[in-house]
């Protein structure tokens, strides 16, 4: 290529991002040393110099979102989210694993023990058998922290049990909940069956960024080695007419990431592997109360009552004038 | 809560309580998308205090303006993507059932 | 027990009665020993008997505790030892050890004179002195037996000279001269006996071990004159000093040994106690009955003489001026390790702050035999050590018969050579058991006479044969605490197991002893494998060698044993890791829950580790293991993970990671008295003052099993009797008003729920009633709990954080813990990279890795390349790195991250147990000053530095604060005239001086109420401190 000055060099076209930026924007990049290109480029005046827009518009999402579902039974759902932010999706499974509410036992009352499993550690595993009834049919205690209650011997909630309240719940399945209550009836042998029953789902969801591996024309040999090098087959061979042949991602989804197309000499300048910023598959696996499709759409309306009760709060912030909201601190402070 | 000075409307920090990564995380998103928005971020001071710092800076907008803004584009957002999935899950249980039929005979 | 039989003779007519099966005394068995009832039960039996299949005995139970007599390290006995001492002087001792008598005869090279030390005698002894006394007069005759050389004439020549010097020519003067230097002990021996003192001397103390009979000196002097011999051969050549740290040269002394010193001692005891009092009977004239010595057997000498022995560790054997203690310990019972290693342990002779390097140093001889890695940090690093996987101690075999087996195949006796042919050339001495046997002309077949005769399991198989090429010496040894380990035989570098063999030994046709019978295998002690030329595998066997190892890994001892790959750790980190393997909570034992222990750390989901070795599978650690797989993340993370502290998943918690059971254990007794009265349990009163404190009793006055116990709960409703002297007549009949409370109650830390576990009624050694109460707590790991991996990689939780804001990996794994990388470079602890790859793959691929010592060339541990291979078929990155993504922002970090599973242990170093602050609380009753300690809420310390800190600041308010207000304030009344303490009468309101018996010069002032008590101390002690007040 020969030399040419910057002066002389053409401008970047305005209102739209050279190939190699819109790469980089949305794809993850992952290099045999280490991802790059790892974060989102939120900030809606990232491309400014170039004339674009990154900022957000609620049409162009709506537009652009799709959820497609790949695989959905009673206890599993496997969907991809494309075109949503890694925070927003984040945010989702941070929702799926800690806030939608499922039942556990959290009081045991022994009448009598002779099993070889000590009180508290039989009352652990009772605490983590998932309970099949439906949260949503309770009255939810709120664990928020001016909510809690002072009492003598630790932070305890007064309320009644989870338990005691699912036993008179007709919806509550007696399936767990029969186990649960012969092991409490003095049967060693049996306490220890119910504990062996293996509740092995309990909700937990993982997601990852939809993979692409783009390849830059691997022919022939070197297409047939790629096959083989990959462990979990994600290549396949096509033939593209005469004689030759050419490696190409069939199976994208299984793709673990194991790096181990592009080890060794020169495989990273022949395979790229990127992966797709906003394309998310999420695999949620239910503990059996709620069916997993449910359990999502709880865990956004969960996002949207936070959205909602907090817009409550800056409004009436907002409504209040300015000079008492800063008296408030100052007594906030004064109580601190 | 909300910590800004009476003077510049345009910067504030904002105290949410009971509120981690989640909610905080999601909101800087939005924010940034907002094109008010010269700067936001969030902290979480102490990891044994369930609170979070947003701090916004606009262009001139008054802060809390900005922030109810992004907050109710995340609802908005949250309602699509129930929206959508409900319905995609819907497609798919048709589907599954057709495919279904298909194996029976 | 032991039942000994006996021979009565009655005195009058001769008549001689045998009275059989006697008991003498009552003996403590060690456990699984061959007299044990445990000895040869399968599993199943002994889980009938309630006992522990995989527990591996060797300890002793005293009066309910269980005591290990650790394995004792000693100089050899009865040999010869060249050394040089502090003074830098040349020294031949030897330590003489026989049934009769313990004797130590030094010959030491001084200013190029030879003399003898020993206790008898007020100071050294030239050595031609001895000679002479011991009959050879002629000094030519010395020289002959120590060799012609010209160069030993020469370091003769002075100690020759000495003794002309001395004028002591014939055997009648050196007696005369050996007299006059014989130390008298008291006056009380009678004259008579004086006369030979010496002769006696020089027969029985001097070189003990080489007996004398008749006054046949020759073989005395012919070991005097090897002795010298090797002395001067030491001068001429450095390299002939012995290395008293060479193992070699050491015996260890194991419990079998202790006990038959301390049982002969005792029985001896015994028979001079009944001596004297069949003595004392048969003084007395009026005697009623025949005299029948059976009935005046001690039984009580020997029982109670081992049984405090044992318990208090303290040996005291009067003949042999034998004072040890500490001999025995506890059993360690934290840990099934603990246990097993606390056996394999070896006490160290000498006394732990001399700071010398020489003994504390890895030896290269105890290659094979005492553990490399296992010892204690600290003072007794080094000294301390512990027995490797194979090593075998030999016990005492009998002599009798390999002595004529040694005249028989050639040796010539001493008794035919004359000074001259000792040393002749091409002859070897032959010295057994460090005496000198004869001399052999052919040294190499003889050797390989004797060891053709041990393989075929003619001699015993601990017998060693050693050609010592340099003393042109044959070693052959028979006597009991060397260390020997099994090696195969090779002949022409050719191994002599073979696959059939080993065929046979999977199938379970052929045993280890088999192997041994067959002489494929033999036991090598140290001397003996300087004639060996040992391959590590038979891959690498030359013609020359004539062994292989069995296996390399048995190099390391049991502790050492748990690491996997410990060849690619820093040396330090796994005697680290071999401390602290000790210290990690999981099982003690398959019967930990039948048993009493008054503190028992248990895990509550222990795990087997994932990456194992054999020595793990050969100790049954998969079996009791201590720790758990923990999926570890090796990154850095928020910050509360420096200095090695860890962040742990609050999930994996909550699921049951490192969570663990304390027992701990109460004790009543339910005391008798002298008039017969005893305590009593009552029914707990259910309503009035009491009755909630008494919430966790049952019916019988005792806490029962399960219930809640609390700080001040009462745990037993007993009441003692007021009257515990004066005799009662119906001690059953006592009205209520004659007893008195005597209840007792719980003292544990605030807020940690605490359960009875247990109850135990068992009788005491005084037969009253004694009830155990066990308290069980279970904790979930919190902030500042200790957790270690098995290569010394310490540290204590940092923060514990949501399992949603915890990194996740592609497929969705979220780490239980995570780790600094900080931890690698600087401790080199590649293992643990290792142990994390095999990990990985292990859980991938279904299969247990294995990681032993050594063990890639023999297939007993996996290699890099190989497991990476798995990896890479199950999906995974080679290099165990994975794609993470932050759990906080969903977006990938941006490095892979080394992820995976690391068997990880929780120590006992808990906080729960730690913790310490204290406001206002107790004093101690002479000072006033705030206690001291956690047991007792004792105060904080602001100790001498941190006072001169403030003292250099200057803040001297501070000081004063810190030491007066806040400590021991104390307010005195002053008497300004004579400047002594007086005291503040309360009824005239007014401060009075004692010694000037009034009150008007008297001030008030505040000091510190230790200051108080010296001057009043320092009064009784007749020094009068004099206050001199000025004002302020």
């Keep these: 290529m020969p030399r040419v000055s910057a002066l002389e060099m053409d401008d970047v076209p305005m209102g739209q991002l050279p190939p190699h930026i819109q790469l980089q924007r949305t794809r993850v990049f992952c290099a045999s040393d280490a991802p790059t290109q790892t974060e989102n480029i939120q900030y809606s005046g990232a491309y400014a110099s170039m004339g674009v827009d990154n900022s957000f518009r609620l049409d162009d999402f709506v537009k652009n979102f799709r959820v497609e579902v790949a695989r959905l039974d009673e206890d599993d759902i496997e969907f991809d989210m494309i075109g949503i932010d890694a925070a927003l999706a984040n945010a989702f499974r941070r929702i799926l694993i800690a806030e939608v509410p499922t039942m556990a036992i959290e009081k045991v009352l022994f009448a009598n023990n002779t099993s070889v499993i000590p009180d508290e550690v039989l009352a652990h595993r009772l605490g983590l058998i998932p309970i099949k009834a439906d949260p949503r049919l309770f009255e939810y205690m709120s664990v928020k922290s001016d909510q809690l209650e002072w009492l003598p011997n630790g932070s305890e909630f007064q309320l009644v049990t989870d338990n005691s309240t699912s036993n008179s719940n007709s919806n509550s399945k007696p399936k767990t909940y029969t186990s649960f209550s012969r092991s409490q009836t003095s049967l060693p042998e049996f306490s220890e069956d119910s504990i062996a029953l293996k509740h092995n789902d309990i909700t937990i969801a993982k997601l990852g960024p939809g993979q692409v591996v783009l390849l830059e024309n691997v022919e022939d040999e070197k297409a047939e080695e790629l096959v083989k090098k990959c462990p979990v087959n994600v290549f396949d061979i096509e033939d593209i007419g005469e004689g030759k042949r050419r490696a190409t991602v069939a199976r994208p989804r299984a793709c673990t990431l194991c790096r181990e197309c592009i080890r060794g000499d020169d495989w990273e300048n022949r395979v790229a592997l990127r992966r797709v910023k906003n394309h998310f598959i999420f695999t949620i696996e239910s503990s059996g109360a709620l069916p997993p499709e449910v359990l999502f759409t709880e865990a956004v309306k969960v996002l949207e009552s936070k959205c909602e009760q907090h817009t409550s709060v800056i409004w009436t912030d907002l409504t209040e004038d300015n000079g008492s909201t800063e008296l408030k601190l100052v007594i906030a402070n004064q109580k601190a | ?105 | ?1032």
């Excluded at chain 3, 106690?273 to 025949?290: F, G, I, Q």
């Excluded at chain 3, 204290?918 to 956690?934: H, I």
Aim: charged share 25%.
């Design chain 3, 1 to 1032: 027990m032991v039942s000994i039989e006996y021979t009565k003779g009655s005195h009058g007519d001769i008549t001689v009665a045998t009275k059989k099966d006697v008991i003498i005394g009552r003996l403590p068995i060690m456990l699984r020993s061959r007299c044990c009832v445990l000895n040869l039960r399968d599993e199943a039996e002994l889980a009938r008997l309630g006992e522990c299949p995989l527990d591996p005995g060797g300890y002793f139970v005293v009066k309910g505790t269980e005591k290990v007599i650790l394995i004792q390290e000693q100089l050899s006995k009865n040999r010869i030892i060249i050394d040089k001492d502090s003074k830098g002087h040349l020294i031949a001792s030897v330590t003489s050890s026989t049934d009769a008598i313990k004797s130590k005869t030094v010959f030491i090279l001084d200013k190029e004179k030879i003399r003898v030390v020993l206790n008898q005698f007020i100071k050294p002894i030239p050595i031609m002195v001895i000679m002479k006394a011991m009959g050879i007069e002629s000094d030519q005759e010395v020289v002959q037996m120590i060799g012609r050389d010209p160069r030993y004439g020469v370091l003769l020549l002075p100690s020759i000279q000495e003794c002309v010097e001395e004028n002591v020519y014939t055997q009648q003067q050196a007696l005369e001269y050996l007299e006059t230097k014989v130390k008298r002990f008291s006056f009380s021996y009678g004259s008579v006996e004086k006369e030979g003192r010496a002769l006696s001397i020089i027969r029985d103390v001097f070189l003990a071990n080489v007996l004398v009979r008749d006054l046949h000196f020759r073989p005395k002097c012919i070991y005097v004159a090897v002795i010298l011999r090797r002395m001067m051969e030491a001068v001429l050549n450095k390299d002939a000093i012995d290395d008293k740290d060479y193992v070699g040269n050491k015996r260890l002394e194991l419990s079998g040994q202790m006990i038959s010193l301390l049982f002969e001692d005792l029985f001896k005891t015994m028979n001079s106690e009944v001596k004297k009092s069949t003595d004392n009977l048969l003084e007395k004239s009026s005697r009623s009955s025949k005299l029948d010595i059976s009935q005046h057997l001690a039984r009580d000498i020997i029982t109670h003489g081992l049984e405090r022995a044992i318990s208090t560790g303290n040996w005291d054997v009067k003949r042999f001026k034998m004072h040890r203690k500490g001999m025995t310990q506890v059993v360690l019972r934290l840990s099934f390790i603990a246990t097993v290693g606390h056996m394999t342990r070896i006490l160290p002779q000498f006394e732990k702050s001399r700071k010398v390097s020489g003994p504390r140093a890895l030896q290269p001889s105890q290659w094979g035999m005492l553990c490399p890695c296992d010892t204690p940090e600290g003072e007794a690093c080094g000294l301390v050590k512990n027995l490797s996987l194979m090593t075998h101690v030999t016990t005492d075999d009998e002599e009798g018969p390999l002595i004529s087996l040694c005249h028989s195949l050639g040796v010539e006796d001493l008794e035919l050579l004359s000074g001259e042919e000792l040393h002749a050339p091409n002859s070897f001495l032959v010295m057994f058991n460090g005496l000198i046997l004869g001399k052999h002309r052919k040294p190499q077949h003889f050797a390989t006479a004797l060891r053709k005769l041990r393989r075929a399991g003619i001699i015993g198989e601990f017998v060693s044969v050693f050609v010592n090429e340099k003393q042109k010496c044959i070693y052959i040894a028979s006597d009991g605490g060397r260390v020997c380990r099994p090696l195969v035989i090779a002949d022409k570098g050719i191994s002599r197991v073979k696959e059939h063999h080993m065929k046979e030994l999977k199938v379970g046709i052929r045993t280890f002893n088999d192997f041994l019978r067959d002489g494929l295998i033999e036991y090598l002690d140290v001397n003996e494998q300087n004639n060996a030329l040992i391959a590590l595998y038979e891959g690498e066997a030359v013609p020359e060698t004539t062994h292989v190892e069995i296996e390399p890994f048995t190099i390391l001892g049991v502790c050492a044993g748990l690491i996997p790959f410990p060849h690619h750790n820093q040396s330090p980190r796994n005697t680290y890791q071999c401390a602290m393997g000790k210290q990690a909570m999981g099982n003690i034992a398959y019967n930990q829950l039948c048993r009493m222990d008054s503190l028992l750390y248990l895990l509550v989901y222990p795990q087997r580790p994932l990456l194992t070795t054999r020595t793990i599978e050969l100790v049954g650690y998969d079996k009791l293991g201590a720790g758990q797989n923990a999926t570890v993340a090796v990154m850095s993370y928020s910050g509360y993970d420096i200095e090695d502290a860890i962040v742990m998943n609050k999930s994996s918690l909550d699921r049951g990671f490192g969570r663990c059971i304390v027992t701990k254990k109460l004790t009543a007794i339910n005391q008798k008295y002298a008039n017969n009265t005893m305590d009593r349990i009552i029914r707990p009163q259910r309503v009035g003052r009491d009755a909630e404190r008494m919430q966790i009793l049952d019916d019988d006055g005792l806490a029962a099993p399960g219930e809640i116990i609390r700080p001040y709960d009462i745990y037993i409703n007993k009441q003692s009797p007021i009257n515990k002297e004066i005799s009662v007549h119906s001690p059953a009949g006592l009205p209520d008003s004659a007893y008195k409370s005597a209840i007792q109650t719980y003292k544990g830390p605030r807020g940690e729920t605490a359960v009875v576990d247990r109850v135990a009624l068992t009788s005491d050694k005084d037969n009253n009633l004694c009830i155990k109460f066990l308290i069980r707590h279970t904790r979930r790991p919190e902030l500042g709990d200790k957790f270690s991996s098995r290569h010394g990689q310490k540290g204590v939780c940092g923060t514990i954080i949501q399992q949603e804001d915890f990194p996740f990996s592609e497929r969705g794994i979220c780490p239980d813990l995570i780790m600094n990388p900080h931890g690698f470079p600087s401790r080199m602890t590649i293992g643990k990279m290792i142990e994390l790859l095999g990990g990985k793959a292990g859980v991938s691929c279904g299969r247990f890795h294995y990681g032993s010592a050594f063990g890639e060339p023999s297939g007993h541990a996996d290699r890099v390349e190989v497991i990476s291979e798995t990896l890479v078929k199950h999906g995974f990155s080679y290099s165990g790195k994975d794609f993470i993504y932050s759990g906080i922002t969903g977006s990938p970090l941006q490095a892979y991250i080394f992820m995976g599973p690391i068997y990880y242990q929780k120590l006992k170093h808990m906080v729960l147990d730690k913790m310490h602050a204290r406001a206002s609380g107790p004093r101690v009753m002479l000072t006033r000053q705030p206690t001291e300690g956690r047991s007792r809420d004792g105060g904080l310390r602001l100790g001498e530095m941190e006072r001169d800190c403030l003292i250099a600041y200057g803040a001297s308010m501070l000081i004063y604060e810190r030491l007066m207000v806040s400590s021991d304030p104390f307010e005195v009344q002053v008497c300004r005239a004579c400047g002594l303490l007086g005291y503040y009468n309360y009824k005239l309101k007014a401060g009075i001086c004692s010694t000037c018996k009034n009150g008007d010069n008297i001030s008030t002032m505040k000091l510190p109420y230790a200051c108080k008590l010296l001057f009043q101390e320092l009064q009784s002690m007749n020094i009068v401190p004099r206050l001199k007040l000025a004002e302020a």
């Design chain 2, 1 to 105: 809560m909300e910590h800004g000075s009476i003077k510049d409307s345009s910067s504030s920090t904002f105290s949410f309580a009971d509120e981690d990564h989640t909610l905080a995380n999601s909101v800087r998103f939005a924010l940034n998308q907002d094109p008010r928005v010269t700067f936001c971020g969030y902290s979480i001071p102490h990891p044994a205090d369930a609170l979070v710092n947003i701090r916004v800076q606009t262009t001139g907008a008054p802060a809390s303006e900005v922030l109810k803004d992004a907050v109710q584009d995340l609802m908005v957002m949250c309602q699509h993507v129930r929206d959508t999935f409900d319905k995609a899950v819907v497609d798919s249980k048709v589907s599954g059932s057709v495919k279904a039929m298909k194996i029976k005979p």
